[in-house]
């Protein structure tokens, strides 16, 4: 990094995801978690939030995305959100819901919470209560909603979709709706980790996906203005990669419950890298100096075909942890590019996978 | 896109919606838009064109007290002032009366 590359298109992040637990009571198959979960005990105390949050603020960070895990099974989860009101941020909190009620809805507002995301994991009651391994989950879901919008929150209702669920995209729509959301974010599974683990039983077939981005598109012309749906495409049918994080070490940063500071929330998945700790180094040095984050920032770190390819800028090589799962090696172009050698073996993978039977999942736990 | 009917006429009244916070932000130097997982850093124009939105009036009057401040002429502010509150009404920046 010699030259500089790095360093000068070293910008500000705007955003933080604060991964505040990994306990939840859900177990949903495709989890964003790490297969080796962190415990209680190994997690940062609340004072070791507030002051990663006011280092977060002072390195330009605008949004606080309080997640988990269940962020709501932090019994200091008020304070750390009012320390966010106080840095400056704009906090939105990442939850499933069913561990909330009227007066903690309360507490949260008081203490400044900006934002509310709910995660349905269905249309319907069944389905839901089944990816989430949760009897009674939806329905709590459903009241929450109500409750969220009667205490003058905004409301973002979050879907991942898959196999399962994705032929009620329709439904999924008219949910958010009726629950007076704000914004919609309908989500394909990103195979990582736990996913990955249940991608059989989740992989839908190319038919369901073009359906369902028909249906998306339709529905964002129709409620423009009054619903905002935000779609995260299904990597294993696409042509192109995403442009994954807008960017490794560009935009965001995640820190885990026990404060490793991380490019984004999957990082850890790569291995042979060293992940730094909030514990040991500042937001500032670690954003500006750390390995992790200077590893594939910008394009020097690419190889062919990224390497001379005219659309390297527009998705940086796609998402490295995904290149790292299914071909070993993280500088690798991400398979979900056409260009990609192991490309076809990922689409063929997709539509065996698409075509197997009755789901049988894995539970993250 | 160009089938779409308008989402803005002269005659809207649009204000930022009620859960986007306009605020300064000092390390960029720059006033943002914060809305959920969307952020928007203001350019001069836009700030003075949000500065003058909500109290009720509507495009045609934003653009009238622009045009009067900035001595300019109306045809260019209308199209401005059409274009951004356009542009922050499709990203469910506003909502419009």
Same mark, same amino acid.
């Not at chain 1, 003058?152 to 999924?172: A, F, K, M, S, Y």
């Not at chain 1, 954003?287 to 394009?299: D, K, L, Q």
């Given at each position: 990094?010699?030259?500089?590359?790095?360093?000068?298109?070293?910008?500000?992040?705007?955003?933080?995801?604060?991964?505040?637990?990994?306990?939840?009571? #859900?177990?949903?198959?495709?989890?964003?978690?790490?297969?080796?979960?962190?415990?209680?005990?190994?997690? #940062?105390?609340?004072?070791?939030?507030?002051?990663?949050?006011?280092?977060?603020?002072?390195?330009?960070?605008?949004?606080?995305?309080?997640?988990?895990?269940?962020?709501?099974?932090?019994?200091?989860?008020?304070?750390?959100?009012?320390?966010?009101?106080?840095?400056?941020?704009?906090?939105?909190?990442?939850?499933?819901?069913?561990?909330?009620?009227?007066?903690?809805?309360?507490?949260?507002?008081?203490?400044?919470?900006?934002?509310?995301?709910?995660?349905?994991?269905?249309?319907?009651?069944?389905?839901?209560?089944?990816?989430?391994?949760?009897?009674?989950?939806?329905?709590?879901?459903?009241?929450?909603?109500?409750?969220?919008?009667?205490?003058?929150?905004?409301?973002?209702?979050?879907?991942?979709?898959?196999?399962?669920?994705?032929?009620?995209?329709?439904?999924?729509?008219?949910?958010?709706?009726?629950?007076?959301?704000?914004?919609?974010?309908?989500?394909?599974?990103?195979?990582?980790?736990?996913? #990955?683990?249940?991608?059989?039983?989740?992989?839908?077939?190319?038919?369901?996906?073009?359906?369902?981005?028909?249906?998306?598109?339709?529905?964002?012309?129709?409620?423009?203005?009054?619903?905002?749906?935000?779609?995260?495409?299904?990597?294993?049918?696409?042509?192109?990669?995403?442009?994954?994080?807008?960017?490794?070490?560009?935009?965001?940063?995640?820190?885990?419950?026990?404060?490793?500071?991380?490019?984004?929330?999957?990082?850890?998945?790569?291995?042979?890298?060293?992940?730094?700790?909030?514990?040991?180094?500042?937001?500032?040095?670690?954003?500006?100096?750390?390995?992790?984050?200077?590893?594939?920032?910008?394009?020097?770190?690419?190889?062919?075909?990224?390497?001379?390819?005219?659309?390297?800028?527009?998705?940086?090589?796609?998402?490295?942890?995904?290149?790292?799962?299914?071909?070993?090696?993280?500088?690798?172009?991400?398979?979900?590019?056409?260009?990609?050698?192991?490309?076809?073996?990922?689409?063929?993978?997709?539509?065996?996978?698409?075509?197997?039977?009755?789901?049988?999942?894995?539970?993250?736990? | 896109?160009?089938?779409?009917?308008?989402?803005?006429?002269?005659?809207?009244?649009?204000?930022?919606?009620?859960?986007?916070?306009?605020?300064?932000?000092?390390?960029?130097?720059?006033?943002?838009?914060?809305?959920?997982?969307?952020?928007?850093?203001?350019?001069?124009?836009?700030?003075?064109?949000?500065?003058?939105?909500?109290?009720?009036?509507?495009?045609?009057?934003?653009?009238?007290?622009?045009?009067?401040?900035?001595?300019?002429?109306?045809?260019?502010?209308?199209?401005?002032?059409?274009?951004?509150?356009?542009?922050?009404?499709?990203?469910?920046?506003?909502?419009?009366?």
């Amino acid at each position: 990094m010699a030259d500089g590359s790095a360093a000068s298109a070293l910008r500000p992040p705007i955003a933080m995801l604060a991964e505040l637990t990994h306990r939840c009571p #859900l177990q949903c198959p495709y989890c964003s978690n790490p297969l080796d979960l962190q415990r209680r005990s190994e997690e #940062l105390s609340t004072e070791e939030w507030c002051n990663v949050i006011r280092q977060a603020a002072a390195l330009g960070v605008m949004q606080i995305h309080l997640s988990g895990g269940e962020p709501t099974a932090r019994p200091d989860l008020a304070e750390i959100v009012a320390a966010a009101q106080a840095a400056g941020l704009y906090s939105n909190l990442i939850t499933s819901g069913v561990m909330l009620d009227e007066a903690k809805l309360a507490t949260l507002k008081a203490a400044g919470l900006d934002h509310v995301q709910i995660s349905f994991q269905d249309s319907r009651a069944a389905g839901g209560d089944l990816i989430g391994n949760f009897k009674g989950g939806h329905e709590k879901k459903l009241a929450v909603s109500k409750l969220v919008r009667e205490a003058g929150l905004p409301l973002t209702v979050n879907v991942v979709v898959h196999r399962q669920n994705l032929d009620r995209i329709e439904e999924i729509i008219d949910l958010a709706l009726a629950l007076d959301a704000h914004r919609l974010e309908v989500a394909h599974v990103q195979y990582y980790g736990w996913a #990955l683990t249940n991608r059989a039983s989740l992989m839908p077939s190319r038919a369901q996906v073009d359906h369902a981005t028909e249906v998306v598109e339709a529905a964002r012309k129709e409620y423009r203005g009054r619903l905002a749906i935000d779609y995260v495409v299904p990597d294993y049918y696409a042509r192109y990669p995403k442009k994954c994080m807008d960017g490794w070490g560009s935009q965001y940063f995640a820190v885990t419950p026990r404060g490793r500071m991380l490019p984004c929330h999957a990082a850890e998945t790569i291995t042979g890298l060293e992940f730094p700790s909030v514990r040991e180094g500042s937001l500032a040095e670690i954003w500006a100096s750390a390995e992790i984050f200077n590893r594939f920032r910008g394009t020097d770190w690419m190889a062919e075909p990224c390497r001379s390819c005219e659309h390297r800028e527009r998705d940086l090589g796609g998402c490295r942890c995904q290149a790292f799962a299914l071909t070993g090696d993280a500088t690798a172009t991400d398979p979900a590019c056409s260009l990609s050698p192991h490309h076809a073996v990922m689409l063929a993978t997709a539509q065996a996978e698409a075509d197997s039977g009755d789901p049988d999942y894995i539970y993250r736990r | 896109m160009q089938q779409d009917a308008p989402l803005l006429t002269e005659e809207s009244r649009p204000k930022l919606a009620s859960f986007v916070r306009m605020q300064r932000d000092e390390v960029r130097e720059s006033w943002v838009l914060q809305a959920p997982e969307r952020i928007l850093i203001l350019d001069e124009t836009g700030k003075a064109i949000l500065d003058r939105c909500g109290e009720g009036r509507s495009l045609a009057e934003i653009t009238q007290v622009l045009a009067a401040e900035y001595d300019a002429p109306p045809g260019e502010i209308a199209e401005d002032v059409m274009a951004v509150l356009t542009l922050l009404a499709e990203r469910g920046f506003l909502e419009v009366d």
